[in-house]
Structure formats: C-alpha cells, structure tokens
Nanobody
Framework: QVQLVESGGGLVQAGGSLRLSCAAS????????MGWFRQAPGKEREFVAA??????FYANSVKGRFTISRDNAKNTVYLQMNSLKPEDTAVYYC????????????????WGQGTQVTVSS
C-alpha cells in the first residue's frame, strides 16, 4: 500500500512559478515510477510528467516549462512549474506505478487527493 499526499498548489499569475510536492509512504518508494497528472473542469485527467529510476517523461504541453524530480531519501517527488499559463489551471495529482508505460492514467495504482493550481491571466 502506498499513500500519497500532494502540496504546493495555489493561485499564481501567468508567467509565474509553483513547485508541487508529493510525499509518499512506504519503504519501496524508489521502486515505483512516479507521475503527475492534471484534470481541469469538464476535461479528462491527463498526463503531465513522470519519473522512473533513471528517466523523465513530459507531455508536449509542458516540455521545457515543467521539471519533475524525486528525492528517494525523502520519499518525495516534485514538480517545478515555470512560465505558467492559464491553461495549466487544474487539479494536479501525483500517482505511483510499477508499469513501464508511465504516461497512461490506467497504469497507476495509487493516487493522491490532488492539489489545485490556478493561473490567472
């Protein structure tokens, strides 16, 4: 069982930055790939970024603006979001998986409760 708790969301102006954190329970954190997803009102949950032991993956819409990282000693994964746009507004979720196809929502077993990110224009 893995429990995930996100933090760091908030309201920011376009062009600003936020850093999301996701703290995970469990001693096997380093064996999981971790992903960030987001869901805007009326839209499906979509992939944002993921990190395995040695690789990172990004959606095209955030590539070059967002950076995912992890600290296995702290059981925490981060999402640094720069140059934020109004279209980045959504609830952001972190999730964990042991699957290899890390950009698919259905491959993730454990999810956090989400944190709201609002970008004003």
């Amino acid at each position: 069982q893995v429990q995930l708790v996100e933090s760091g969301g908030g309201l920011v102006q376009a062009g600003g930055s936020l850093r999301l954190s996701c703290a995970a329970s469990g001693r096997t954190f380093s064996s999981y790939a971790m992903g960030w997803f987001r869901q805007a009102p009326g839209k499906e949950r979509e992939f944002v970024a993921a990190i395995t032991w040695s690789n990172t993956f990004y959606a095209n819409s955030v590539k070059g603006r967002f950076t995912i990282s992890r600290d296995n000693a702290k059981n925490t994964v981060y999402l640094q979001m720069n140059s934020l746009k109004p279209e980045d507004t959504a609830v952001y979720y972190c999730a964990s998986t042991q699957a290899t196809q890390v950009n698919r929502v259905y491959n993730y077993n454990y999810w956090g409760q989400g944190t709201q990110v609002t970008v004003s224009s």
